[in-house]
C-alpha cells in the first residue's frame, strides 16, 4: 500500500481516469488468467460487505475476492443494522470509517447518501449497485471483454433491454475507449436517463467512440461483436405501467439476432429469466458467455479493492 495508506472510493465508474480504467481492467483480466499469482494486497484490512437487497454475485465477488487478497470481512444482511431502526445514513457511515478499511455496500440508498460515507483518511466505499449505476457490473464486463478479445477499442457493442443500471455503467465506460461503437435498443420509456446519456456523449467525443440509442429493432447491425442483455426486471425496481411486457416483448434476445451477426458473443449480467429477456437457447448455448461473465465479478472484484487501496496497477 502507498503512505500515507489510500482509501479511494468507487461510487462511479467517472471516479475512475481513464489510465485507472484500464488499469483495474487490465488487471481484473490478468486475476481471470491466474496472472498476478498469490497477491495479499489487502493482508491486514478488514472489509465490511453490506448488502441490504438480494445479491449472489456481487456480494460473493466481493467477499471470496477480499480473502484471496488477504483481508477479514464483516457481513451484514438486510436486518442487520441499526439503520432500520432509525439511525441514520450518515452516522453509520462514521461508525464504518472508525472500524473498517472498505465498505462495499448494495443498500438501496440514493448514491449521494452513499458517497457521504466516503472517507479519503478512513474508508473506501464501493458501490455495489444503486439505482443510478451498477458500476463494478461495467468494470467486470470489460474485463470480460478484454479477456475474450485481447482489447476493448473499436469493439461493437449492441445492448438490448431497459437502460437501466447496468446499461448506465456500460454507457459510461465503453464511450471511454477509441473506436467503440455502443449501440443501445431500449424500450420506448424505458431508456438511459438524460444524465446518464449526456455524460457518455461527453466521453464519446472525447475518446473517439460513438454512442447510439434507438427504441426499436428495426435496422439491426451485421457486423457486431456483442448483444448483450439484462433481465427486464431490475433489482429492486418495479414498472409503473401495468402492460410494460407488451412494451418490452420485441426486444427478447433469440437466435435470430444471429443472422445479423453470427460471429457475436452473448453477455447477460444475470440473474437471468429464461423465456423474459433472453431464451434459454441463447443464454445456454454456444456463443454465450455469460458464466465467465459471473466468474470475472470475482477478479474484477479483486482488481477494485486493490485500486481501492491504493495499489499501483498499470494501464
Ligand atoms: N449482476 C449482479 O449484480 O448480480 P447479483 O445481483 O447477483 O449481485
Redesign the pocket.
Known amino acids: 500500500m502507498g503512505t500515507p495508506e489510500q482509501h479511494r472510493s468507487l461510487l462511479s465508474t467517472d471516479d475512475l481516469t481513464d489510465a485507472d480504467l484500464r488499469a483495474v481492467v487490465n488487471r481484473g483480466a490478468d486475476h481471470a488468467a491466474g496472472r498476478p499469482g498469490g497477491t495479499r494486497a489487502l493482508a491486514g484490512d478488514i472489509v465490511g460487505v453490506y448488502f441490504r437487497m ?6 460473493t465477488a466481493f467477499s471470496s475476492g477480499a480473502l484471496r487478497l488477504g483481508a477479514q470481512i464483516v457481513a451484514y444482511g438486510p436486518d442487520d443494522l441499526q439503520i432500520n431502526t432509525g439511525e441514520s445514513s450518515e452516522d453509520t457511515g462514521r461508525v464504518f470509517a472508525r472500524m473498517l478499511d472498505v465498505i462495499v455496500a448494495r443498500t438501496g440508498l440514493p448514491q449521494q447518501e452513499l458517497a457521504a460515507w466516503a472517507d479519503p483518511e478512513r474508508l473506501c466505499v464501493v458501490n455495489a ?1 444503486t439505482a443510478e449505476e ?1 458500476p463494478t ?1 461495467a468494470l467486470t464486463d470489460l474485463t470480460t471483454l478484454k479477456s475474450r478479445f485481447g482489447g476493448i477499442d473499436g469493439l461493437r457493442v449492441v445492448y438490448v433491454g431497459e437502460g437501466n443500471n ?1 446499461a448506465a455503467a456500460l454507457a459510461l465506460t465503453l464511450t471511454r475507449f477509441p473506436g467503440v461503437r455502443f449501440e443501445l435498443r431500449t424500450p420506448s420509456g424505458y431508456g438511459l436517463t438524460k444524465d446518464i446519456r449526456e455524460r457518455a456523449e461527453e466521453h464519446a467525443r472525447r475518446s473517439g467512440a460513438s454512442m447510439v440509442e434507438r427504441h426499436d429493432m428495426d435496422a439491426l447491425p451485421h457486423d457486431t461483436d456483442v448483444w448483450y442483455t439484462t433481465r427486464w426486471q431490475t ?1 429492486g425496481t418495479s414498472k409503473p405501467d401495468a402492460n410494460w411486457r407488451d412494451v418490452f416483448a420485441p426486444f427478447q434476445v433469440t437466435r435470430q439476432l444471429w443472422e445479423h451477426s453470427p460471429k457475436a458473443v452473448f453477455m447477460h ?3 437471468a429469466h429464461r423465456g423474459d429477456e433472453v431464451t434459454a437457447e441463447v443464454l445456454d448455448g454456444p456463443t454465450s458467455i455469460a458464466l465467465d461473465q459471473a466468474e470475472n ?1 470475482m477478479h474484477s472484484a479483486m482488481a477494485v479493492l486493490e485500486w481501492c487501496r491504493g495499489a499501483e496497477l498499470t494501464a
Open positions: 438480494t445479491s449472489t454475485r456481487t456480494r449497485m451498477h457490473q447496468t433489482t449480467d444475470l440473474p465479478k
